[in-house]
């Protein structure tokens, strides 16, 4: 008999869990099979900042009182940054990246976010595909020298500074993408407030 699959819930990172949520973003890192050294150079990179955590921005999926993954965005409204997403090994594949992602998306577009953007693994790049993003370029690795890593962004529907008077007319459903139908109320929403007079 299958075991039932525990429920994941999301919550703020807490400050005391830096230390272990770097730990898991190297274990999981670690999946695609690189090596030591590799591994060493992206610690830094890797590390979850306690001042990070106290922005609020980290974020952790939960399942039966155990992490199983976390994401840290950095907000901007422009182009906010998906910095850090990883899942625990154990638990890769099992929808708890999705479930991170969506609720990473729905808090951008509570801040009012344009785009997320971010350097990607390639091995990540069908998952991040899979949410909607899309390979716009190259950036260097700030971890490996050398090494150049896919650029992926994805628009999330606020309005251009010159659209927003007509906010309320224009289709939000048209300006996002067709993978994230569950953020139309969101993007309608935040559209609205846009149209308030903070756009831009
Ligand atoms: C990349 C990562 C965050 C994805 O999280 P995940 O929990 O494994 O992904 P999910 O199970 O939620 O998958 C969501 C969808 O993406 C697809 N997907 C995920 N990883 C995939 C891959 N490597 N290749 C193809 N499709 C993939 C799944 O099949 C699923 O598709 P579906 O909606 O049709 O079922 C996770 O695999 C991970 O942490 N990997 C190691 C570390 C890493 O590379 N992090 C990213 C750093 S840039």
Known sequence: MVAPRPQLSIRRARVEEAAALTELAMRSRAHWGYDDAFMAACL??????PAAIERGEVWVGEEAGAVAGLLELVPDREEAEV?????????IGSGVGASLWRHME??????????????????AVPFYERMGMRVVGESASGSIPGRML???????????????????????????????PSLGGLKRKANGRRAGGRGG
Do not use: C, W, Y
């Open 106 to 123: 729905i808090r951008a577009v509570e801040l009012g976010v344009a785009r997320i953007g971010l350097d990607a693994d390639p091995n």
């Open 44 to 49: 830094d990179e890797l590390t979850v900042q």
């Open 150 to 180: 896919p650029r992926m962004r994805k628009d999330i529907g606020r309005p251009l500074a010159s659209a927003s008077r007509h906010a309320k007319r224009a289709s939000p459903e048209g300006r996002g993408d067709p993978s994230s």
């Open 83 to 91: 910095r850090l997403i990883f899942v625990a090994p154990e638990r």
